[in-house]
């Protein structure tokens, strides 16, 4: 019998459980979501128009930033110098530290 690739098949697969995880190995978390802190927060609920404080103030000495887009990135307005700054939605609610005004009161 060859060693076709209908056998190398067989063999880089024998050793899988029927889950997928490798026999005799310890199931180990890898990647980008390893030690992501999951379920023990709740997301924050942001709107265009929002002012929200975060933990670091900008370079010029603010802590207010208005929210202009959100999506997968939020995309947040200095309220006094102006400057835009786009962040991750997971960053940026790691950052937040409370909304100050909603938008539309």
Do not use: I
Not at 25 to 41: F, I, K, T
Not at 42 to 67: F, I, M, S, T, Y
């Amino acid at each position: 019998m060859g060693y076709g690739p209908h056998r190398r098949a067989a063999r880089v697969f024998a050793f899988h459980t029927a889950e997928g995880v490798p026999a005799g190995r310890g199931y180990r978390v890898s990647g980008p979501w390893r030690g992501r802190r999951s379920g023990l927060s709740e997301p924050v609920q942001v709107k265009v128009g929002d002012e929200v404080e975060l933990r670091k103030p900008h370079a010029c000495g603010a802590n207010r930033w208005a929210v202009v887009r959100t999506g997968v990135d939020v995309r947040v307005r200095c309220t006094d110098c102006g400057r835009h700054v786009l962040m991750p939605r997971p960053q940026f609610e790691k950052a937040v530290r409370k909304v100050l005004r909603v938008a539309g009161r």
